[in-house]
């Protein structure tokens, strides 16, 4: 089955990189990474998406290992703002099930 | 463009009751979906649909219906509410490019449910 595994918490100084790792090991070839975040209680937020090579965006970089079993969203200057869950999810292959972890709770410090 | 909007915010009810939530968006997208987040825990797949006409069952369907009339509009029953469903509920809209293809999906502020 789909599934995704990330750290229930991290911490991050201000003005530093954020490394969020989430571990895919069971997607299948041609499924997509993607990542959002949840700000407080709000809907999730679009951040980025990746198929097999490193993406970047005006928001945040994705580096996937080549064997695509784990990946790990960078922001590369995080800010107090960026304080929020992060979820890397996954689609169960061939379908329009998406499933999403429990994520990791980012907190930046001042 | 409003997005993705859900009716009503809050909502209270006894359990037995029935009630419908309320999904639109308007950006002509196909594929709509409803989660379910309970306290700590990420989102779960109730129902999805790829078009009017075509819905489908994802992780936690049970106690829930819906249908797609129109491509706008996505609605979620619950037939006779349980505590047990007491819950965030988003719902979701993307284009569809099909399942190996990359669709990015756009959430509702959600409706918060206390069922007593």
């Known amino acids: 089955d789909a599934k995704t595994t990330q750290p229930p918490s991290m911490d991050c100084a201000e003005g530093r990189a954020a490394n969020l790792p989430c571990n895919h090991s069971?997607?299948?070839?041609?499924?997509?990474v993607y990542w959002y975040r949840q700000i407080h209680s709000q809907g999730p937020q679009y951040i980025i998406h990746?198929?097999?090579n490193n993406e970047t965006n005006e928001m945040a970089s994705l580096i996937i290992t080549e064997d695509r079993k784990s990946s790990t969203l960078i922001l590369p200057h995080a800010t107090l703002r960026d304080t929020a869950v992060y979820y890397c999810?996954?689609?169960?292959?061939?379908?329009?099930?998406?499933?999403f972890g429990t994520g990791t709770r980012l907190k930046v410090l001042a | 463009n409003a997005g993705v909007t859900q009716t009503p915010k809050f909502q209270v009810l006894k359990t037995g009751q029935s009630m419908t939530l309320q999904c639109a968006q308007d950006?002509?997208?196909?594929?709509m979906s409803w989660y379910r987040q309970d306290p700590g825990m990420g989102l779960r797949l109730i129902h999805y649909?790829?078009?009017?006409?075509?819905?489908d069952q994802g992780e936690v369907p049970n106690g829930y219906n819906v249908s797609r009339s129109t491509t706008e509009d996505f609605p979620l029953r619950l037939l006779s509410a349980a505590p047990s469903q007491t819950s965030v509920y988003f719902c979701?809209?993307?284009?569809?490019?099909?399942?190996?293809?990359?669709?990015?999906?756009?959430f509702g502020p959600g409706t918060r449910l206390t069922v007593l």
């Open positions: 979701a809209s993307s284009t569809n490019l099909g399942p190996s293809s990359y669709n990015e999906q756009f």
């Open positions: 069971t997607i299948s070839g041609n499924e997509y």
């Open positions: 990746g198929l097999k």
């Open positions: 999810i996954v689609r169960v292959p061939g379908t329009y099930k998406y499933i």
């Open positions: 950006m002509n997208h196909e594929y």
């Open positions: 649909s790829v078009g009017a006409g075509i819905t």
